[in-house]
Structures are given as structure tokens and as C-alpha cells.
């Protein structure tokens, strides 16, 4: 039987990565999609300005992209053809310590375990098997809970990816080895005593060795406007400039996904929802936020040690120990004077991101949610304790706590850039405890943000995942 005419067929509110998939995907399908930007333009965490000085461009959230060039779904898109390119800086990231060496994850898997010494043959047992299985694996593990294809390769990485990163740690004897992942596991923005968050250490690590840690050039900005032209291209329709807080903004259609989190679902569809899912989504928790400095840089950055210089990602945090120590204080709800940083340099490899000569470089760090604390001093004290000189050659710099990235990016809340934390309470029931994490309970109503699984991470998976369910639900297309 047809469906009723409607002003659409489908309608995806907010425009990040997970949004766009999604509306892509149906559009793909032969529907009519119209996708809501509440802001003037689209991306989410997708977007760059100059938020410094004339000519230099920054990332405002998202700005290396293992995920994005990796992604099942985004990688089969022809993304080139509407202006998208990626720079592979020749080392992925790297992770300097006091005594003036660093450590390095190269593209090369025997390469980066042959610089770690004593621990060449354990990191070659454990990340083999992975970089081995992770193409036929991906599809799997960036995906709601289900029977894997491969359970065998999945079963191996599971073994390993659902232990705590201080467990995973005990497998390594040198100070280098250890510090590497707790860099790489700090990325989950949870304490690294947490149950599975090797996972994202794992991961990220693999990727390194399989596609690299690209940044888009021209700005992470890039990314989104390649989706966008694509999904006009084939027929999708935009809006920008309509924040939706009430359904009654809508026009008519027969599935709606929200691409925002359980907080602003609440505000605009609660009513429509039953008694148990509104209950389960007020319980969703989310994590610690971020602190987050651009800088206007007069060169670049002068790292002591060699191989930073060549990295477009850098973690400062020092040893396993350090890093395991902030995070917890960071979860606990302290403020830490030595914080983990994460910091991307992508004028290094990426020329029209600045004036000639002049660079530019992004950080943040992990803060109690909804922190206000200014947090610029500690991290220019980190990042000169491992470059001394840097803050020298600032010529201007601009700052966010938790609570303005919030007011930029209502998904952010209180600063939690991956849509509520993703520790083993939420790794599988987010945003609730149902058959389909996309699905709420009421008719034609999706989740389709990072609030979904597989989490956090520009890679499009939890809109294709959940415009699937639409597809076959609503349309009833497989």
C-alpha cells in the first residue's frame, strides 16, 4: 500500500557527519530528503574558521580524519569529485617524553614496532592480527551490537579491544611503548582504567598502519561540503538557519532523524515518547568535556623531540602513569595542572592553512563536564615543556572551555564532543536498552548522532545506521 503524499519523505535534522549519511544514504534510495542546519552553515563538528588572524584557518572541533577516510560508507562516496582531498603527514602521530625522545606510529607497522626496541615483537603480536582483520572487521565493529560476519577476527579483537588500556598496558616493558597508548586510549575521554578502552587505542593504532591520519585540505570544513555537494547533486534539498525546538517546526514527512543527542531529543519530541524510553534517555550520561586553543603561530612548532616535527597529530601527557593520572582527575571532577593534550599541526603539511612561513595549531584537553575553568596556561605549559621557545612564536591565540563549545554545538554538552560517554555501560545500549539503538518509541521518530552506536568519530556510521532502520521500517527498503 503507498504511503500518504508528504511535504518529504524523509527529514534529517542537523547537519554533522552522522546527518549527512544519513540523508545521503536515503536520498540514494530514490526519497525526498530535506536536511535541517540550525546554524548559518552546515558540518556540525565538521566546520573551520578564522578564528585567530586574517588567513589563518583553524578547525573548530574535528581535525585529523582516520575515521573519515577509513568509514565503510563515506569511503565509497566519490568525495574527490566535489573538491575533497586528504594530506597524509608522513608520520601519523606522535608522543614526545621528558627525556627528549618521542614515540612515533609510522604507516609502516614494522617500522613503528622496530623503533620500540625491546617491545618490537609485542607490538607486533598485538596489532598484526588486527591491521590483518580490520578491513573485513569494520563494517562489524562500527555498528550497532549484532552477529558479526567474521566472529573469529571479530572474537580476537574483541578479546583485546573490551580490556582497559592500564590491563593492555602490562604488555609492554618500555615507558615508550606504554606512553604510545595511553595517548592513542586517551582519545576515549574516560579514565584508562575503564573496561574497553583499548578499543579505541586499537583502532586508531590500525588505522595508522592502514590508512593513515589524513587532514582534508583547505580545513575539515572540506569534508562537509564535499558531502553537501554530493547529497545536492543527487537531489537533496537544504535548510540552514532553523534551530528546531518543537516537531511543529517541521514539514510533513514520514521519517524524521535527529542527528543531536538524548538532551535536545527530549526538549523537542518528549511528549511523544513512552513512559520507559524518555525514562532511559533523562539517565544517559555524558563525559568529560574539552578545553580547546587555536593558535596563530609565527613557525612552526619547536619540538625537542625528533619525529614531532613530521606528525600531524602530537600527545603530550608524558608516561602511561601521568596520562592515566590527569584522566581519572579529569573524571573525578578535578581541574589538573599537567593535562593530557591532544594537538594537531596541520599547516605543516596543509600550506593554505596559513601565510606563507606562519603556521597554525590546534589543542585541547580533557576538563569535568561543564568546566569553566580557562585552561590556555596549563596547556601552553605542556606543550612548552616538550618545545621550549613555543610560546614565542605566538602571534595571536583564541580559546573555548566546555561550555562555550556547548554554545557553538548544542550536541556538545557541557563540552562532551562524542554525544555521552562511551564506557561499558553505554557501549552498547546508547542512547537506550532496545532492539535498535535508532529507533524511539514513536512511529517514524530516529537518533541517528554518536549518541548511537558506534560512538563518536567522523565517520558517518550511526546515520547510515540508522537511516537503514528508516529505510526498512518506513519505506520498507532492504
Not at 52 to 74: E, M, N, Q, R
Not at 297 to 322: M, Q, R, W, Y
Request: with cysteine; hydrophobic share 40%.
Amino acid at each position: 500500500m503507498p504511503l500518504e503524499r508528504r511535504d518529504f519523505d524523509a527529514i534529517v535534522v542537523g547537519s554533522g557527519p552522522n546527518g549527512l549519511a544519513a540523508a545521503i544514504l536515503m536520498q540514494q534510495k530514490g526519497l525526498s530528503v530535506l536536511l535541517i542546519e540550525g546554524k548559518e552553515t552546515i558540518g556540525g563538528g565538521l566546520r573551520s574558521a578564522e578564528l585567530t588572524l586574517p588567513g589563518f584557518t583553524h578547525d573548530i572541533c574535528s581535525a585529523v580524519h582516520p575515521l573519515a577516510v577509513s568509514s565503510p560508507f563515506f569511503s565509497k562516496l566519490p568525495l574527490d569529485q566535489f573538491g575533497l582531498e586528504f594530506i597524509y603527514p608522513p608520520i601519523a602521530a606522535a608522543h614526545p617524553f621528558d627525556n627528549g625522545l618521542a614515540a612515533v606510529i609510522k604507516s609502516s607497522i614494522l617500522e613503528t614496532a622496530a623503533l620500540l626496541e625491546a617491545d618490537e615483537n609485542a607490538y607486533l603480536d598485538l596489532m598484526q592480527p588486527i591491521v590483518r582483520d580490520w578491513p573485513r572487521i569494520a563494517p562489524d565493529v562500527l555498528a550497532p551490537l549484532h552477529f558479526p560476519k567474521y566472529r573469529f577476527a571479530m572474537a580476537s579483537f574483541g578479546l583485546k579491544a573490551l580490556t582497559s588500556a592500564s590491563h593492555l598496558s602490562k604488555r609492554f616493558k618500555t615507558e615508550e611503548a606504554k606512553g604510545l597508548l595511553a595517548g592513542m586510549a586517551a582519545h576515549s575521554i574516560q579514565p584508562l582504567t575503564n573496561i574497553a578502552t583499548s578499543a579505541e587505542a586499537l583502532v586508531l593504532m590500525a588505522l595508522a598502519h592502514l590508512k593513515g591520519w589524513p587532514v582534508p585540505k583547505g580545513g575539515s570544513n572540506q569534508i562537509a561540503n564535499a558531502l553537501a555537494g554530493y547529497f545536492r547533486s543527487i537531489g537533496g534539498k537544504f535548510e540552514t538557519n532553523l534551530y528546531i525546538q518543537s516537531l511543529e517546526q517541521l514539514p510533513s514527512a514520514h521519517a524524521v532523524l535527529f542527528d543531536i543527542t538524548p538532551k535536545q531529543l527530549l526538549q523537542i519530541a518528549g511528549h511523544k515518547f513512552s513512559s520507559l524510553y524518555k525514562w532511559q534517555l533523562e539517565r544517559y550520561r555524558y563525559g568529560m568535556g574539552i578545553f580547546k586553543v587555536d593558535w596563530a603561530l609565527d613557525g612552526p612548532i619547536p619540538f625537542t623531540a625528533s619525529g614531532c616535527e613530521k606528525a600531524g597529530t602530537v600527545h603530550i601527557g608524558n608516561t602511561f602513569e601521568e596520562i592515566a593520572s590527569t584522566e581519572q582527575q579529569s573524571s573525578d571532577g578535578k581541574i589538573t595542572e599537567k593535562p593530557f593534550v591532544l594537538l594537531t599541526q596541520p599547516s605543516l603539511f596543509d600550506p593554505t592553512r596559513a601565510p606563507d612561513n606562519k603556521h597554525t595549531a590546534w589543542a585541547y584537553c580533557h576538563v569535568p563536564n561543564g568546566s569553566m575553568t580557562d585552561m590556555t596556561d596549563a596547556i601552553e605549559k605542556q606543550v612548552e615543556r616538550f618545545a621550549p621557545g613555543f610560546r614565542e612564536r605566538i602571534l595571536a591565540k583564541h580559546s573555548m572551555n566546555s561550555v562555550q563549545m556547548e554554545e557553538y554545538n548544542p550536541n556538545y554538552i557541557g563540552g562532551d564532543i562524542n554525544g555521552g560517554v562511551i564506557d561499558i555501560g553505554q557501549l552498547f545500549t546508547r542512547p537506550a536498552l532496545r532492539w535498535s539503538p535508532y529507533k524511539t518509541s514513536a512511529k517514524g521518530l530516529y537518533i541517528c548522532s554518536s549518541s548511537t552506536p558506534p560512538g563518536g568519530g567522523v565517520h558517518g556510521m550511526c546515520g547510515y545506521h540508522a537511516a537503514k532502520r528508516a529505510l526498512k521500517d518506513v519505506f520498507k527498503i532492504v
